[in-house]
């Protein structure tokens, strides 16, 4: 009879899934992410363009729990609102955005949801240095102030408009100030690519592996969007498109996939879609085809 791997020795491999809604119940998301056949997902708590705060009852808890021993799926995400701007200049701005991620960490954490990723805002022309400090002691009060039990992960942006984390020497001086083993790294890959990070050749893409491992440390990775970009490389706009029919291309995504330091982060679509309705199963059966 063959020996039986133990689960040690099986190769690992990306889980592939996508943003799906939580309309209705946050229960719908595993429901939606099955329609999809999604192996990971996020969603949103509310309306991405308002400052939502709603109380989950124990009811809503229970359920969501329930779903994902049913489905065995451990790396969901809450995505955070657009209105985050820990670099704004304005401390009515700056306390929303603080006591939003305290409520979203609170909520992950009853939920048993892996992480918060957000979009850091933007200085405003005041320049990254300018703005470091305010943004530091912002998410150290935000980690301080909310439960334990799950991370919030800080998301690489497209650079225009003064957008803080384009870079991951950025994102790498907040971690090193931060300090907190519960601050994490999510990878926009359409976003990298139109802040002129080269994923899209082979030695492209060790390059940009080589440097956040050095800037960030790639045990700090642990979720990858998944975008190809409608954008040329180095536009700095944030304009995503289905895989394969971008700037980037299928080959760079069967690379970055297949590449054993990304063996084990979950890729997450945030893709339109090929009848605009959002990440679809095309999308994810053409990612998964990739995979070894």
């Known amino acids: 009879m063959p020996k039986i791997r133990e689960a040690s020795q099986v190769p690992k491999r990306p889980r592939v899934g996508g943003h799906v809604s939580a309309s209705g119940g946050l229960e719908n998301a595993f429901i939606n992410a099955a329609k999809i056949e999604a192996e990971a997902f996020q969603f ?16 809503d808890i229970q359920k969501f729990q329930a779903r994902a021993l049913e489905t065995g799926i451990t790396d969901s995400f809450i995505h955070g609102t657009y209105l985050i701007n820990l670099g704004t200049q304005n401390p009515e ?42 943004v530091t002691t912002a998410l150290t009060e935000v980690l301080k102030q909310s439960k334990p039990g799950s991370f919030l992960l800080l998301e690489n942006t497209a650079g225009a408009g003064g957008n803080l984390g384009s870079t991951f020497k950025q ?23 139109a802040a002129s990070i080269d994923i899209k050749t082979k030695t492209g893409l060790e390059a940009a592996l080589i440097e956040f491992d050095e800037e960030i440390g790639l045990e700090h990775l642990l979720a990858i969007h998944c975008n190809d970009s409608k954008t040329e490389f180095g536009s700095g706009k944030d304009r995503h498109e289905n895989i394969g029919e971008g700037h980037i291309g299928k080959e760079a995504f069967e690379q970055m996939i297949t590449h054993p330091k990304l063996s084990d982060i979950p890729f997450i679509l945030e893709v339109p879609g090929f009848e605009d309705k959002g990440p679809d199963l095309q999308n994810i059966n053409l990612l998964k085809s990739f995979r070894t």
């Open 171 to 193: 994102l790498g001086q907040i971690l090193k100030q931060v300090k907190s083993n519960r601050l994490k790294i999510c990878v926009d890959t359409q976003h990298a690519f």
């Open 93 to 134: 701005h700056l306390q929303k955005s603080i006591d939003w991620l305290i409520y979203a960490l609170n909520t992950a954490a009853e939920l048993g949801v892996k992480g918060v990723i957000f979009h850091l805002g933007s200085h405003k022309g005041l320049g990254f240095d300018h703005v470091l400090p305010q």
């Open 44 to 59: 949103f708590l509310g309306p991405p363009q308002m400052w939502v705060k709603s109380t989950k009852s124990e009811d």
